[in-house]
């Protein structure tokens, strides 16, 4: 597990946006936090990584929304499902680990339906009002194997 601490939203994204950089085609990225934790701009930041140009936006009434970079980046937000069939109804399986990237936020929420297989990013508030602290922990051979000994984000 890798710790880092940001200062600002700028910051934040900053360090997202090294790590879009390194994703490829399959992985996908569970996303943690409470609300306004900043999720939406470490999302920001991982899209700039991967090569979306277009806004990135809180997908939270959508559920999901693609983005087109180096290959299409799913951004699920599964905060108002209620249920796990919920995610069979909106294709969650169907994009996860897939053609593209995903990245989920609130995967807590559905811990037992996630792949096996992800980077795991925790962002939790610092100190003072801007602060975070963001844990990154692989999870799984994919990202274990791609991650270890390599230089840190």
């Known amino acids: 597990m890798q710790n880092y601490s940001s200062q600002s939203p700028e910051a934040t994204r900053a360090f997202a946006r090294k790590l879009g950089e390194r994703l490829q085609i399959g ?33 939270t009434f959508a559920l999901m929304n693609i983005y087109q970079g180096r290959a299409p980046l799913y951004h699920f937000d599964l905060y108002r499902l209620n249920r796990p069939e ?27 339906e996630m792949p096996d297989d992800y980077l795991q990013v925790v962002i939790s ?29």
């Open 125 to 153: 508030p610092g100190t003072g009002l801007t602060e975070r602290t963001i844990q990154v922990e692989p999870k799984g051979n994919r990202f274990v194997k791609r991650w270890e000994g390599s230089e840190p984000i």
């Open 27 to 59: 992985d996908v990225v569970l996303l943690q936090g409470g609300l306004g934790a900043g999720k939406t701009e470490f999302a920001k930041g991982i899209a700039e990584g991967f090569g979306v140009t277009e806004p990135v936006t809180s997908p």
């Open 86 to 112: 919920q995610l069979f109804e909106i294709g969650f399986d169907e994009f996860v680990g897939g053609d593209g990237v995903a990245l989920v936020e609130w995967p807590d929420l559905f811990a037992v």
